[in-house]
């Protein structure tokens, strides 16, 4: 279960999802607010050919319960996005390698992280949680040893695109948006921890470049005023379901 103000609640399983929520908490305007959205969601599902939508309302007070159950009918457009992120420890070498593996593996695109230690941490940012295996005394120290300057970000475009991949990474600061512009990437990926980031956000907006956005840590409201945000300046968003667990227990991936 996913919950939400606790006030209301999102039950994902495999093939569908359902919303309910008790009326006796909610003013009459949210409620609104909350079925429109619904029903736009719905409406948008049943409108694409290559799902078959099934759509239970039950009304009973003092619970509102939506369930969509949800069948896709045709795999053969889905794309997959090899997570590479900063498991290359800092080493061009191996980041080469798993450009190599994610293509032997199918992948349709690369995905690493680009942190610009002096932009985004100190000498104060400790580990929240350190791994044994991690030699960095701190956060700062472990972003400058892993991190990749703008030379070799460009050679590890050009190797993801000469084996027919899609080159991605996730800025972490305005300093790194600027770095990705040069680099000249085609679209954005914003992490889930980034969502509420707004400054970042409208930095990467400015480009009007399409923008992949997770949101594993963010509610409606928080997901709502960053599309708001975005949608000045375009609508190329791809809006993704998100867990923000590593790793991730097969029965929280909410898909």
Known sequence: YICL???????????????????????????????NI??????????????????????????KLYTIKIKYTNFKNIKTIAEIGLAHEGSYALACSYILSAKKAGAD????????????????????????????????SFWERTAFDLKTF??????????????????????????????????????SGELTNLPLINKIAETKKPIILSTGLSNFLEIKKTLDLIKKYHNKIILMQCTSLYPCPYDKIGL
């Open 38 to 63: 619904f029903r736009r969601i719905i409406r948008i599902l049943q409108l694409s050919k290559k799902l078959s939508v099934q759509v239970i309302l039950n009304n009973y007070l003092p619970i």
């Open 154 to 191: 460009v050679k590890l475009k050009k190797l993801t695109e000469k084996h027919g991949m899609f080159f991605l990474s996730s800025p972490f600061s305005i300093q790194a948006v600027e770095l990705l512009k040069k680099v000249k990437v085609s679209a954005w990926k914003v992490g």
């Open 109 to 140: 695109a690369v995905k690493f992280q680009t942190h610009i230690a002096e932009d985004e941490s100190s000498k104060y940012d400790d580990f929240r949680i350190k791994s044994p295996y991690i030699i960095d005394k701190n956060r700062k």
């Open 5 to 35: 103000f606790s006030l209301y609640s999102i039950e994902f399983y495999y093939g569908g999802f359902s919303l309910y929520y008790p009326r006796n908490f909610l003013n009459r305007q949210f409620r609104i607010y909350v079925d």
